[in-house]
């Protein structure tokens, strides 16, 4: 049954790769899925074709900011995260594609992090700077007119394709868990 379960996934996947590629848009269209697999206790999510992810455990979609193209994700201990996928001339400080590799995560990091502070007043530490593989992980933190806000981020790219990870404010995880949840998240992906 579950072999014939993959095998029905492949053929759908491979189907819907050929549509895409035979549609002759300026624009890219994307595939958007994934679920939680009981027997390996991981979650798992792609945006196709710019990215996946498989999450350690059992995670449950939550609400979609279409701005940011965030999908949001909560566990049964109530930790919240966001994940993204795009690719890196999509963006307005970038729309000449320009930045690549380490000089687009250095760019996003000013750029993402800047708008947090103009905006809300909020403060950002740069935590991780990995220049090899081509990812930094940076905390944004401070006091809002909502409340306390204290989230990390992961921003990295690969080929062109940019993974956008966070992790909201949280008591049950040291900062080096989170820290190493999102490293993890990013070194891991696509590796199947």
Known sequence: MNMRVDLFKTFLF?????????????????????????????????????????????????????????????????????????????????VDGSRKGFNFVKAYYEWDSQYFIDSHGLKRQSLVNDSTNTFMIYRIYGQTEKGKFDT????????????????SSTGKWRDGEKINFLKKLFLTENKK
Request: include cysteine; hydrophobic fraction near 30%.
């Open 152 to 167: 990390y981020f992961l921003i990295g790219e690969k080929n062109g394709n940019i993974s956008n990870y966070s992790i």
């Open 14 to 94: 491979l189907t819907m790769i050929i549509l895409l590629t035979n549609c002759a848009t300026q624009s890219t269209s994307t595939i958007v899925g994934g679920e939680y697999n009981k027997t390996k206790d991981e979650t798992e999510y792609f945006v196709f074709p710019y990215g996946s992810v498989v999450i350690p455990g059992k995670w449950e979609k939550a609400k979609y900011n279409t701005t940011s193209k965030q999908q949001y994700f909560t566990n049964q201990d109530s930790l919240i995260i966001a994940i993204a996928f795009s690719r890196y001339n999509k963006y307005e400080f970038n």
